[in-house]
């Protein structure tokens, strides 16, 4: 096998159902990938991860990089041993979180200089580099690095950012190992401005990748804003080639990702929310925090599987998470995480039967059953002020 490969096997409309494979394992998509940033997705074994029907995660160059160091993981046998993950890893390059995270950027065409969040230590990510991190790492999906702009940034600012990352783009496939089951994303930018995006596209295209990822998004522009990007990127992509929109994102954002033509999601907001108390149901989301909870019987999800639906009452996941107990976080990442993969696995079944737009309308109905006040603070437990 060279490269990566992939497989479209059905369509409704835009959408379509696919297989990608790797040097570790097949992808059914649409698919959403858990993330697991320094090396873990928190709060789960990889087993259980893999017992929600996730079958690749996200990692993080940026994060590895620092801590533990991609030298020491490929010397004790790549990030997939490291991990005890055997399915497939895409990892991120480590650009958004340069952008995001780390202090006193130095940012020019050879790359990225930056201090550590962690410790203020002074290190080098150019394209080059990150390319041999995530080759180091055994990333079975490596992404290009690449430039992230702000939201309020000028049309000139993010043109200026958006011809760099191509440039960069064309620095990594040239640094970019190819072997068997291995391949390279490229990432479209240009913010909101559809000329820009339409010519990041097109360098891209130029230069030839495994797969496009569309970058830049889900950083406050709301979901009208990133589905008009969507509306006039996806048509641009090429049609035998996987599509991944970067961290994004909600429920109601991965149906329209798919109703678009996107095959690939993943973000921190499943295993986020678990943590602090949010749980996602089929018919809405749930704050575990809610007195309303303290005695209901019922489990979160009736039709759900996982462990915190069919072992668990909503009254004892709620006590759990009064009481401050890691298992109330466990046992809700783990609902969320399961919830998700459900989710990505009825679009399956509704593009390969044809009904997508019609499960799409079922969806958005069934999410409105529970009310603003439900995820809200209005109705909050008043031990929560004891603990």
Not at 122 to 137: G, K, Y
Not at 282 to 299: E, F, I, S, T, V
Request: one cysteine or more.
């Amino acid at each position: 096998m060279t490269g990566l490969t992939f497989r479209v096997t059905a369509t409704d409309g835009l959408a379509r159902t696919g297989r990608l494979t790797t040097a570790h394992g097949p992808m059914d998509t649409p698919a959403f990938m858990p993330v697991g940033t320094a090396a873990t997705v928190k709060a789960m074994t990889p087993d259980a991860v893999a017992g929600t029907g996730a079958q690749c995660i996200l990692s993080n160059t940026y994060h590895l990089m620092l801590r533990p160091g991609p030298e020491r993981i490929e010397r004790l046998g790549g990030l997939h041993k490291f991990m005890n993950w055997p399915g497939p890893i895409l990892t991120d390059s480590g650009g958004y979180q340069v952008w995001s995270l780390a202090d006193h950027r130095k940012m020019d065409e050879g790359g990225v200089e930056f201090k550590s969040h962690l410790d203020g230590s002074v290190h080098h990510l150019s394209p080059e580099r990150a390319i041999d991190i995530q080759t180091l790492l055994g990333a079975d999906i490596t992404m290009v690095l690449d430039e992230c702009t702000t939201l309020a940034a000028d049309k000139d600012a993010v043109a200026d950012s958006m011809q760099l990352s191509m440039r960069w783009a064309e620095r990594c496939k040239t640094a970019f190992p190819e072997r068997g089951g291995h391949g390279l994303f490229g990432i479209v930018q240009g913010g909101l401005h559809d000329d820009l995006r339409a010519q990041s596209a097109e360098a891209l295209i130029g230069i030839g990748f495994d797969g496009y990822a569309i970058g830049g998004l889900s950083v406050g522009e709301g979901q009208e804003a990133m589905f008009t990007v969507l509306d006039g990127v996806v048509a641009r992509l090429p049609e035998d080639r996987p599509r991944y929109l970067m961290g994004v994102g909600k429920p109601a954002d991965l149906v329209g990702g798919v109703l678009r033509g996107i095959d690939m999601f993943d973000c921190v907001l499943p295993t986020r929310s678990g943590r602090t108390n949010q749980a996602f149901t089929r018919h809405g989301q749930l704050n575990m925090r809610n007195a309303r909870h303290k005695d209901d019987p019922a489990p979160l999800d009736a039709d759900c599987g996982c462990p915190a639906c069919t072992q668990y009452s909503r009254a004892y996941l709620h006590h759990l998470v009064m009481a401050k107990e890691i298992l109330g976080a466990m046992l809700l990442t783990w609902h969320n995480l399961h919830y998700y993969q459900d989710l990505m696995a009825a679009m399956r079944h509704a593009i390969t039967v044809g009904t997508l737009t019609a499960f799409a309308q079922a969806f958005a109905a069934a999410q409105h059953k529970y009310t603003e006040e439900e995820t809200g603070n209005g109705d909050v437990d008043s031990e929560l002020n004891s603990n």
